[in-house]
């Protein structure tokens, strides 16, 4: 476990709170009391925050944070194919045991339970962009990988077709 020297924990907290201003958040919940205080939770941290309801048929890509409801039909809400994801995905669960097959299906970075405690939605917002954001760093260095792979056997492929071609040559 690492931790804080004395005196670097605001330090580490406005690094946060710069994060979180920093991030473009959809809000697509009820205009509800509690979807009212889960906006006004997120403009606090000085995001860009914007709502919509109902939710449409398709999400929209240009956020960095997607905060949803667990609609019917969410994993093909989505604007993008499993696995490569364009935005972070919180999910709002309902109170009570969600659907679980609904759950796999989506991927979500994030769960945010109900009832929603106030304190709490601005670290899972963070929490789930930064595992995002992690997942968006491995998927590159996976590609790069490929890459690398991909020209080692196209070398190795060469270096045999000129060995037989060696060997022809010394032969005759």
């Known amino acids: 476990m690492i931790r804080e020297q004395p005196g670097r924990e ?4 406005g690094r946060q709170e710069a994060a979180l201003a920093a991030l473009d958040i959809v809000v697509m919940t009820p205009r509800s009391a509690e979807g009212e205080m889960l906006i006004r939770e997120l403009q606090r941290t000085r995001a860009s925050v914007r709502h919509c309801w109902p939710a449409p048929e398709t999400y929209p890509v240009e956020a960095d944070v997607i905060v949803s409801e667990l ?4 994993a093909h809400r989505l604007p993008w194919v499993p696995g490569q994801a364009k935005a972070a995905l919180v999910v709002v669960l309902p109170a009570g045991a969600p659907a679980l097959d609904q759950l796999h299906n989506i991927a979500a970075d994030a769960l945010l339970p109900r009832p929603l405690a106030p304190g709490v939605v601005p670290a899972i917002v963070l929490h789930a962009h930064v595992r995002f954001a992690y997942e968006q760093r491995l998927r590159a260095r996976i590609d790069k990988l490929d890459e690398t792979l ?13 060995s037989s071609a060696a060997r022809r040559w010394t032969v005759a």
């Open 10 to 13: 605001s330090g580490g907290r």
């Open 71 to 74: 609609v019917p039909g969410l």
């Open 150 to 162: 991909r020209g080692m056997r196209t070398i190795e492929r060469a270096m045999r077709i000129i």
